[in-house]
């Protein structure tokens, strides 16, 4: 019985102090498929994955940006105006557009 009233009050204390701050907590989700960007796809030159950053640098030139490898396996930045391009190692992984 004891046990019982123990776990009652610490269910009680955890309702009254817990679940009034969880309702100020509160987030967004934003989701875009992939038919949306299909325009501007159309004539932008992306890198395929698995290509180098060397191939990316020739063909895209320099980025605006660069952001250092972090990580295991190291993933690298680069950031263009319209897309990002992601890098392990040194082949592009995944290439994501930047919202207008």
Known sequence: MRKFLKYLAAGLLFSVIALP????VSA???TTSVSQQSADLKHLALPKNGVSKEYVAQKLGEPTRKE???GEPP???WHYDRYS????HNK???TVLKKK
């Not at 701050?21 to 100020?24: A, E, K, N, Q």
């Not at 391009?85 to 392990?88: D, G, K, L, S």
């Open 85 to 88: 391009v992601y890098f392990e």
């Open 21 to 24: 701050i969880s309702g100020l």
């Open 68 to 70: 250092a490898a972090i």
């Open 92 to 94: 592009v992984i995944h």
């Open 75 to 77: 993933i690298a930045v």
């Open 28 to 30: 967004e989700i934003r």
